[in-house]
């Protein structure tokens, strides 16, 4: 790039749009620094271009052979399983190589060849989504990040076929369909999504969802996968059945054959030293408790504890926690559980306020051995 030979090339320089993007991210990383214009040699072809140029053609290779083989009546799986191996480590190598210029620790690295990377990577994505938007497809954009797109194109696959050809032809871009959705939810916050093939033998995709992150108990990691998955795969039934697998969720919770100690425990990893956490004395005295530090993992379980009030002389029962699963808060658990399905069930069309009161069922609080209990939230 940027080569004495090509300086005066008109051939050789950069699409002004191109540059024109350039600036904007610096603009947006309040980098003070204006690019006039970049060229790129035509003379010689850099190393890692003719590396990728080979590892594309690879890639191409084998993506026919993976074709050819899955449409086998006797397909080899193995044969499957060595030509997908080869296919996407090719896909990484040339999508690691292109991240690799932006890498300090790169022998190679160069801003203004990763400047430039990004800033077509963003110019084609564009003229993608303007080719997509406009007649003869008039497809719908969902949304799009670094190396994809979502599009909702109606039932009309020839007419997709037809984009991918203008987009060769157009923009010289190679695109593939990776997967076609026939029901999907998309969040507002990018890349989150839940969606499904229509084939039953395929698993629906579930990308991104906090509902599903290891910091929930297990039981509301089951339980909102199901719900999700159930939305996503029968939508038309949605407003019957969900409430009602909500309603066994509770059930399950309450005297279902479930483990408790396993499936409604919290876990958390210690990424600091004790004496850093500020603020957290509940980490701290759990870190105490059970003997962990730094590097460690901590659990709890939500709980009630009974505490005396000498003024009215009863016993009451506070929200709590503890290492053991004794006295479960189950009320904290269901409200978690209702909070992570909230987004999804919203976007579905229900109204929570409705769906909370249909699903709670008024709780018949244990007279136990103190006596004289009662609830403070
Ligand atoms: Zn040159």
New binding site residues.
């Given amino acids: 790039m940027n ?5 005066y ?1 008109k051939d ?1 320089y950069l699409k002004q749009t191109t540059i024109d993007t350039i600036n904007e991210q610096l603009q947006e990383k309040n980098i003070p620094r204006k690019v006039d214009k970049y ?6 072809k850099g190393a890692f271009p003719k590396v990728l140029e080979q590892t594309l053609s690879d890639r191409n290779k084998y993506l026919i052979l993976l074709k050819e083989e899955k449409e086998k009546s006797d397909c080899d799986s193995k044969l499957i399983e060595e030509y997908q191996t080869h296919q996407i480590g090719a896909k990484l190598f040339a999508n690691a190589g292109f991240g690799l210029f932006n890498n300090e620790y790169f022998e190679f690295s160069n801003y203004q060849v990763a400047e430039c990377i990004t800033a077509e990577g963003r110019r084609i994505h564009k003229q993608m989504e303007l080719l997509a938007q406009n007649k003869p497809f008039n497809f719908k954009v969902i949304f799009g990040f670094t190396d994809s797109t979502f599009f909702n194109a109606g039932a009309d696959i020839t007419k997709v076929r037809d984009f991918i050809q203008v987009c060769k032809d157009k923009l010289g871009v190679i695109v593939e369909i990776k997967s076609v959705f026939i029901n999907s939810i998309f969040y507002s916050k990018k890349n989150r999504y839940v969606a499904w093939t229509g084939n039953e033998k395929d698993e629906p995709i579930i990308k991104g969802l906090d509902g599903l992150s290891d910091s929930n108990p297990l039981w509301v990691r089951k339980w909102f996968k199901k719900i999700v998955i159930e939305i996503v795969k029968h939508p038309e039934t949605r407003f019957d059945v969900i409430p009602e697998m909500i309603k066994e969720a509770f059930d399950e919770l309450d005297s279902g054959p479930i483990n408790r100690a396993e499936e409604l425990k919290f876990t958390q990893r210690l990424k600091l030293h004790l004496y850093e956490y500020k603020g957290h004395p509940r980490i701290v005295e759990l870190a105490n408790l059970l003997d962990k530090d730094k590097g460690d993992l901590v659990h709890w379980y939500e709980t009630f504890t009974e505490v005396y009030v000498k003024s009215k002389q009863c016993w009451k029962r506070k929200k709590g926690y503890s290492v053991k699963p004794e006295n479960l808060n189950l009320d904290e658990y269901k409200n978690l559980l209702l909070n992570k399905l909230t987004d999804s069930l919203e976007i579905g069309g229900f109204n929570m306020d409705d769906l909370r009161r249909n699903v709670s069922h008024v709780e018949t609080i244990p007279i136990n051995k103190f006596g004289g209990l009662s609830i403070e939230q």
């Fill in positions: 080569c004495t030979c090509c300086k090339n050789a060229w790129v040699c035509q003379k010689r």
